[in-house]
């Protein structure tokens, strides 16, 4: 099932997510935004166990996530609320403008993903 629009695969991803659904999302993005600093990016995985707090914004969608320490700057560290050593939760936010692809696995227990929305 792809969509061709992807505010409509945000609200699937963000309803899923939001009813506890263990399926993980993929979303391939160019950038994503941490404490508000702008950070070049490749691939954020969405699922319960890796963001809270998820919400949809006029322009894509926010959340709060895990990060490794090292994946951070030192400024967004102090930020951020560390949750254990080495990993600290952030606020993130994603613009639609930046994401290329969302996809959602197909099975908990299968590692193939079916495509949501791509450009």
Do not use: W
Not at 72 to 96: C, H, M, S, W, Y
């Amino acid at each position: 099932m792809q969509l061709g629009d992807p505010r409509v695969a945000v609200e699937y991803l963000i309803l899923s997510v939001s009813r506890g659904n263990p399926r993980r999302f993929a979303v391939m993005l160019s950038q994503y935004q941490i404490e508000g600093a702008t950070y070049d990016a490749s691939l954020f995985t969405v699922s319960p166990g890796h963001v809270s707090e998820l919400r949809s914004s006029e322009t894509g969608f926010r959340c709060r996530a895990m990060f490794p320490a090292e994946s951070l700057a030192k400024q967004d560290r102090a930020k951020a609320t560390k949750v254990k050593p080495g990993v600290f939760q952030v606020k993130l936010t994603v613009e639609i403008a930046h994401v290329s692809l969302i996809a959602v696995q197909e099975a908990t227990d299968s590692s193939a993903m079916a495509v949501l929305y791509s450009i």
